[in-house]
């Protein structure tokens, strides 16, 4: 029996006590309001970053996480007699976090084998992911099968948002200008996706209801469900949206975590993510 030990990012949205609970180490991207940097659930948690986002005229920006934090995560694991490491972390297509992890890996490799995963998402659709494969790895599972489990996880996990509006993610660079401007003329409510690991426009609304009407339709439409989360982004109606989830189903239980600072950044106050893995 191999002992495998599973390491994240920040960008999961794993909260740290369920992350604690299942063995998984993560590692946080730093968050910076203008001239003040801090570390994502270490020195800002999610409430005081939507606080900060409603007080502050300065749009938040993100940064990766150094090669170094993530080596002393994996020497770490070393020292703990962990015969390998599996790092999973938010889609390459929008950070460096995961250039980050290999530069880190490649630099441990005489004392720690470590496998890295780009998990082609964000939030908890990479937190299911990780939830997913830390049992696994429970299990005693070879580093090899983890990371098989993981890349099986990645083509059936579907991450929606429904967002408030998208000023956030054009002036971060995410959605194109043109996008953001008809959105602002037409007021409409859109919902994104991922697409090819990176974001994309899922849907246009007219209102909020009915995008989080669509979002809801997400989860019914999309068949056997094997784990589910919703991401709560200081939006005021987010008990509306998980009443309109009562009659799904899933083989786990609903898990609801906070939007924290490096997918909030990018999305805004009032989004409102669904993240699901269809079932084997």
């Not at 780009?118 to 908890?124: H, L, Q």
Request: charged fraction near 20%; glycine fraction near 10%.
């Amino acid at each position: 029996m191999a002992r495998v030990r599973v390491v994240t990012d920040s960008a999961c949205d794993l909260p740290a006590a369920l992350a604690d609970e299942q063995g998984i180490t993560v590692v946080p991207l730093s968050i910076r309001f203008g001239s003040e940097e801090f570390v994502d659930g270490t020195t800002l948690s999610a409430d005081s970053f939507w606080a900060r986002c409603a007080a502050s005229s300065v749009l938040p920006e993100t940064a990766a996480p150094s090669p170094g934090a993530f080596q002393e995560a994996f020497l770490a694991a070393a020292d703990q007699g962990y015969d390998a490491v599996v790092c999973i972390n938010i889609s390459s297509g929008i950070s460096g976090t995961h250039q980050s992890a290999c530069t880190a890996a490649e630099s441990v490799k005489d004392r720690i084998r470590v496998l890295t995963v780009d998990s082609r998402t964000a939030t908890m659709g990479q937190g299911l992911i990780v939830l997913d494969v830390a049992a696994l790895a429970a299990t005693g599972a070879s580093p090899e099968d983890v990371v098989a489990r993981s890349e099986a996880l990645i083509k059936r996990t579907r991450v929606f948002g429904a967002v408030d509006n998208l000023e956030h993610l054009e002036k971060g660079g995410r959605i194109g200008g043109a996008k953001a401007l008809m959105g602002t003329l037409l007021a409409i409510k859109p919902v994104v996706t991922f697409i090819d690991g990176v974001v994309g426009e899922e849907s246009k609304q007219r209102t909020r209801s009915r995008s989080l009407r669509y979002l809801a339709g997400k989860a019914q439409e999309a068949g056997p469900i094997s784990r589910i989360a919703v991401c709560n982004g200081a939006a005021t109606d987010i008990d509306n949206f998980l009443s309109m989830l009562d009659g799904v189903k899933s083989e786990h239980p609903l898990v609801v975590v906070d939007l924290g600072p490096v997918v909030g950044t990018h999305t805004g106050p009032g989004t409102i993510g669904l993240c699901l893995i269809t079932a084997d």
